[in-house]
């Protein structure tokens, strides 16, 4: 049963990166591959109908986290207190940017609410990717379960560091990469002319930094944590993730040079779901492991909820979540094809 | 500053400058779903008109709600650690449900509801915004649900560490806290609405400016007022009241501030709780009234503070006597101006009464005040538990905050939220000024 909760909150956040991933990477390339008003709200109006119901992902995410989950919920929240903080003004100002940015015709309130909705959009790319990080490198728990880390403290990636050191920063310049790449291939799916050809280049050119730092960072995380290792070795089975995170990554590039936009973009989702799979199923059984003691590691055993309210949680939660799916599927079906403005 | 006191300001501000935004949000679909059947069924595109109108205000204000609203599901796990570790596994659930089934709702239909006028057709519109009411209705009962469960908490057995275990599903759902207090919250919602809705149509009608629309955000605005305004008092008011002698008699007695247990309980009006004392200075009171009221007889003993131990006392009576006493007041005064205004409005006066009409614009600010005054009265009346008999409130706290860091992200929230709202009442202003006029289908 908690294994069952394990795969559907992992699935959840997982399906949060690919949704909520591409209007964060359309933030990001926002203000160079649109130049002029016109292009400026191309790139808004293609995300316009869809960034808050992605957005929701997180908090239903965050939500069933917490029910099935609580004890990792109250532990990582409170121990990743300052970032998290940070996160949420974030992602204020970024909603409060796309969604006042056109209720005032002005020289001066329009380029203030792009810019503000581009650099909290590639913030938070880098915010999430440096939470992942801390994730797999784990957090220095104490006999309770709980832990506090300041931002930074030496860089060092040992017991010391904080939330920001080498191997953390890594994770999220990738997190970066990866959406600015996934959010550049929905922008030019989405539109056509100058803003089309810009964000394609855009996706080519940051495809280069996509591969090298998964290159690096799949290196740095089995040094950093050798559970990694054990879990891919135990069940041999585990590395159809990474090999599809690899054919996603290859196809994002090669389908993208044939002009085959819509493949292109769900190769990046695949490329990003078969990442997230794999460090979920290399933590496996751990959800937040100690960098310290390895017995004070919280495990979905040892943090999830008593077993009824996970028994019964499953029959509100699956027609609850195929009712929002439903919802879903409308919503991008009747927004499907290019962006008209 | 203390690190508790920190987290409970923190607390406290965030979810009070949040739910401005739903309070309007929530009363207001429902009055924009009114105003689309009336434009459905009279076939009046004036009152299509009026609804777009009310949208690009509701649009503002549920983007403000979106976006505040999300750091309080964040703070349960950030500032409260050892409450959620605890009784993550039963409020976990409603917080889940509320995501699930209230948020996917809203968010997919809203933009529907928004954008999709001219392709939807009138029929499928009305169901759009019949959705986005019923989500924003949904989401107010799993938030109602969660606070019940801390107010009196139901279906749920205590484990072997001290851990809260859901125990009934249909205990946490069907708990008798919720029943009064989410109409009495949903109801609050729609006098907040109403009571704009009329300020807004009674200054359009005083600047003698889009006077047709004026006329008919007044008569709207004044009908769902009076009905609302009365149904605050009674029953849902009454019904809470009721809830509170026996499930919260400390905080009934707090509230009151009836020190002494007696027969036959005066009804204090007015007056200062001296806590040195332990008694009310100055007390204005109607005698014999607050028996009657909780128990329906004149002569029933009701418990005063002296009877619980100190250490059950809510541990700021006066903040809370106070604001259950501008709450009561408050609405006492709503129910005699609508009521006012209801009848010159049966007379066919109200649009020319301009002594009414300023009475009606000026009474904005007041629902948001009462609905303040009506949640800082549940919340402080809670105390000193956090969850009502089984957790007290330092006990939830998250052990590794310090008040530092506590007081950093404080601040950087008051800030945030003051430019928020600085942004907000500009926007809403322009709306009001351009008026209901310009808004052609989109």
Redesign the interface.
């Known amino acids: 049963m908690e294994t069952l909760w394990f795969t559907l909150v992992a699935t959840m956040i997982a399906l949060y990166v690919v949704l909520d991933g591409f209007d964060l990477g359309a933030g990001v390339i926002h203000l160079f591959v649109a130049r002029n008003e016109a292009e400026r709200r191309t790139v808004l109006a293609s995300i316009?109908?869809?960034w808050?119901?992605n957005?929701?992902w997180?908090?239903?995410?965050?939500?069933?986290l917490?029910?099935?989950f609580?004890?990792l919920?109250?532990?990582?929240?409170?121990?990743f207190?300052?970032p998290?903080?940070m996160v949420?003004?974030l992602?204020?100002?970024r909603?409060?940017a796309i969604?006042?940015r056109n209720?005032?015709q002005s020289l001066v309130w329009q380029p203030l609410w792009d810019t503000v909705f581009a650099a909290a959009s590639g913030l938070l790319a880098i915010f999430f990717g440096a939470a992942l990080g801390n994730v797999v490198r784990g957090v220095p728990l104490d006999r309770s379960g709980?832990?506090?880390l300041p931002l930074w403290t030496n860089f060092a990636a040992g017991k010391e560091s904080g939330i920001l050191d080498w191997y953390t920063l890594l994770v999220a310049v990738a997190a970066l990469f990866a959406l600015t790449a996934h959010g550049a291939l929905w922008v030019a799916l989405k539109t056509e002319g100058e803003v089309h050809y810009r964000a394609r280049a855009a996706a080519l050119r940051v495809w280069w930094g996509v591969a090298a730092s998964v290159v690096i960072i799949t290196l740095a995380s089995f040094h950093i944590q050798p559970h990694l290792k054990e879990s891919f070795a135990e069940r041999p089975w585990g590395y159809v993730f990474p090999l599809l995170a690899l054919v996603g990554l290859i196809g994002m590039r090669l389908l993208d040079g044939r002009r085959q936009g819509l493949e292109a973009f769900l190769c990046s989702c695949l490329f990003l779901l078969a990442m997230l799979v794999s460090v979920a199923f290399g933590l496996y059984p751990y959800v937040l492991p100690s960098n310290g003691d390895p017995a004070f590691s919280l495990t979905i055993a040892n943090s999830a909820?008593?077993p009824?309210?996970l028994r019964?949680?499953l029959?509100?939660?699956i027609p609850?979540?195929l009712?929002?799916a439903t919802?879903?599927v409308?919503?991008y079906r009747?927004f499907k094809g290019k962006v008209i403005l | 500053m203390d690190a508790l006191t920190v987290h409970r300001l923190h607390f406290a501000f965030t979810v009070t400058f949040h739910y401005l935004f739903p309070q309007l949000t929530m009363g207001l679909a429902l009055l924009i779903l009114v105003l689309k059947t009336m434009a459905l069924r009279t076939g009046n595109e004036h009152y299509n008109h009026a609804a777009r109108f009310w949208t690009k205000i509701f649009a503002v204000n549920f983007a403000m709600g979106v976006v505040t609203g999300i750091p309080m599901e964040f703070q349960f796990g950030t500032n409260w650690a050892r409450f959620s570790k605890a009784a993550g596994g039963v409020i976990g659930q409603t917080l889940a449900m509320e995501g699930v089934f209230s948020f996917f709702l809203e968010s997919s239909f809203l933009g529907v509801f928004l954008f999709g006028e001219k392709r939807l057709g009138p029929k499928a519109h009305w169901f759009a915004a019949f959705l986005v009411f019923l989500g924003s209705w949904l989401s107010g009962f799993f938030i109602i649900a969660t606070d019940a469960w801390m107010q009196h908490p139901t279906g749920y057995s205590l484990g072997p560490n001290g851990e809260i275990l859901l125990r009934s599903f249909w205990g946490l759902l069907l708990n008798p806290w919720i029943f009064w207090q989410y109409l009495h919250n949903m109801i609050g919602s729609v006098v907040t609405a109403s009571f704009v809705m009329a300020s807004i149509g009674a200054f359009y009608l005083l600047t003698h400016r889009q006077e047709e629309f004026g006329r008919t955000f007044v008569r709207l605005g004044v009908i769902a007022g009076t009905i609302a305004a009365c149904l605050m008092i009674f029953p849902t008011g009454d019904g809470q009241g009721k809830n509170l002698a026996y499930m919260q008699p400390t905080t009934l007695a707090a509230m009151e501030g009836l020190f002494e247990t007696a027969d036959g309980a005066p009804l204090a009006i007015l007056g200062q709780p001296d806590m040195e004392q332990r008694k009310l200075d100055n007390p204005l009171e109607v005698p014999r009234a607050l028996s009657f009221l909780t128990y329906q007889r004149w002569g029933a003993r009701v418990q005063g503070l002296n009877a619980f131990p100190r250490d059950r006392w809510p541990d700021n009576i006066p903040l809370l006597y106070y604001s259950y006493h501008i709450m009561v007041g408050l609405g006492t005064i709503f129910v005699g101006a609508m009521a006012l205004a209801a009848f010159t409005l049966w007379r066919g006066t109200l649009y020319t009464q301009r002594p009414l009409l300023w009475m009606l614009m000026l009474m904005l600010p007041f629902p948001y005040i009462a609905t303040t005054a009506g949640w800082v009265t549940a919340e402080m009346g809670r105390q000193p538990w956090l969850i009502y008999g089984i957790m007290r409130t330092p006990a939830g706290v998250s052990p590794h905050v310090s008040s530092g860091n506590a007081i950093f992200t404080l601040l950087g929230f008051m800030g945030l939220y003051t430019i928020l709202a600085m942004l907000g009442l500009l926007l809403v202003y322009r709306e009001i000024e351009e008026g209901p006029a310009h808004n052609a289908a989109q």
């Open positions: 316009g109908p869809v808050d119901g957005e929701v997180l908090i239903a995410g965050g939500g069933t917490y029910f099935a609580p004890a919920y109250s532990s990582s929240f409170s121990g207190y300052l998290l903080m949420l003004w992602l204020i100002l909603g409060i969604e006042f209720h005032l709980e832990f506090f909820a008593a009824y309210g019964v949680g029959y509100w939660f609850g979540i009712l929002a919802y879903f409308y919503t009747s």
